[in-house]
């Protein structure tokens, strides 16, 4: 184990850190399960945004740096892509 991982595993003891960690690389799994919808689909940010009738700004920020997604926004874009929406919880 690197010192990296060591100090790293370390601070994941602290669980209000570790819920932390936990829902930012879920957000931004989101994000990239978007940006490779996107890509499927030979759409830029802007032609997606415009589909899905929101600010290509808000793809980009979804795509990099989600914060607070609202499922809204996620059914949008799923439409925008004839898709659907599938959310599920695992164990």
């Keep these: 184990m690197t010192r ?8 994941l003891e602290d669980k209000k850190l570790r819920e ?8 931004l799994r ?3 399960k978007v940006a490779v919808l996107r890509e499927e689909e030979r759409l ?4 997606l945004a415009a589909r899905a009738g929101i ?3 808000k793809i980009s920020a979804i ?5 607070n997604l609202e499922i ?4 949008r874009i799923a ?3 004839k898709r659907k929406l599938k959310i599920e919880f695992e164990r």
């Design 55 to 57: 600010a290509s700004s």
């Design 30 to 32: 989101i994000g990239k």
């Design 72 to 75: 809204a926004t996620l059914v």
């Design 63 to 67: 795509e990099n740096s989600p914060q």
């Design 44 to 47: 830029t940010q802007t032609q």
């Design 79 to 81: 439409r925008a892509a």
């Design 4 to 11: 990296w991982n060591h100090f790293y595993e370390k601070q």
């Design 20 to 27: 932390m960690v936990e829902q930012e690389l879920e957000a």
